[in-house]
């Protein structure tokens, strides 16, 4: 299924695939060998310096694999936060934009990753404009309700937390004021953990420190019509997003689900 959705003709941005909480380059390497036998690895090395692994001039550039973690993983733990790793984000988006001469990136995010992701589009105007379409996957929009200690990135994913409260914010500005839907997401219901699927907005992916309530990863009440006769059915240019799905999944197979294959087909149109 997934080789049968990538033989059209998609456009020629770079795809980025971003981890989660605690995640490492390997997160995403099924997902992405499925697609592609070519892609290259880059992370944030320090303040200065990022690892990557494209050398020349090959024409093929389109999926990159990153990490926005540090090579001191005790310090980010520790102190790294949301907006910091936004920040790193955009110093590798700027690398990749400038070795592949594109004006524009594609974004593929799984958990935390997609929060990251989100910051990064509304520091300014030219961060915004140059994400052509970002697919969210298992990301808790909304936080976790459960309290998680004093670890910056942790406190960032409480609900109702500042960095929650003003990404929304941000976000609803520029998404309002662009007028579009550039924002898939895809949600999973863990099933074989017991999970009904019947309109409950507690069904979570199992996955996470404080498990990703489906209405946390399909937010501003789609994911009622999402699993309402429609689960693993995908929708396009539904009301908030350019592409919703919610697929029977735990946290870490739903990278594997052909909802998210589907998602990235739409992303890369």
């Given at each position: 299924m997934a080789l049968n959705l990538f033989k059209n003709k998609y456009n020629n941005y770079p795809v980025l695939f971003l981890h989660g909480l605690a995640g490492t380059l390997k997160d995403w390497e099924k997902t992405i060998t499925k697609i592609s036998n070519v892609y290259y690895e880059m992370r944030f090395f320090d303040r200065e310096k990022i690892y990557h692994n494209y050398f020349g001039d090959n024409k093929e550039k389109r999926f990159w694999n990153l990490s926005y973690y540090s090579m001191n993983l005790l310090d980010d733990s520790l102190y790294g936060n949301l907006n910091i790793f936004a920040l790193r984000l955009k110093k590798m988006i700027d690398k990749i934009l400038f070795m592949t001469k594109q004006d524009k990136v594609v974004i593929i995010a799984h958990s935390m990753g997609g929060l990251i992701s989100r910051r990064y589009m509304v520091l300014n105007q030219d961060c915004w404009n140059s994400v052509y379409k970002i697919l969210t996957v298992a990301t808790p929009h909304r936080g976790f309700g459960i309290s998680l200690g004093v670890i910056q990135q942790l406190r960032d994913l409480k609900r109702n937390s500042k960095f929650i409260t003003k990404l929304d914010e941000k976000w609803n500005n520029f998404y309002d004021k662009n007028?579009?839907?550039?924002?898939?997401?895809?949600?999973?219901?863990?099933?074989?953990?017991?999970?009904?699927?019947?309109?409950?907005?507690?069904?979570?992916?199992?996955?996470?420190?404080?498990?990703v309530e489906i209405s946390s990863s399909i937010p501003y009440d789609e994911w009622k019509d999402?699993?309402?006769?429609?689960?693993?059915?995908?929708?396009y240019d539904t009301q908030n997003f350019g592409f919703r799905i919610a697929v029977k999944a735990n946290h870490t197979s739903v990278m594997l689900s052909e909802g998210v294959f589907k998602g990235i087909a739409w992303a890369m149109k």
């Open positions: 007028r579009d839907k550039k924002w898939g997401v895809v949600g999973a219901i863990d099933v074989k953990a017991g999970y009904s699927i019947e309109n409950d907005p507690n069904a979570t992916d199992s996955g996470g420190i404080g498990f999402a699993i309402s006769n429609n689960i693993e059915k995908e929708s």
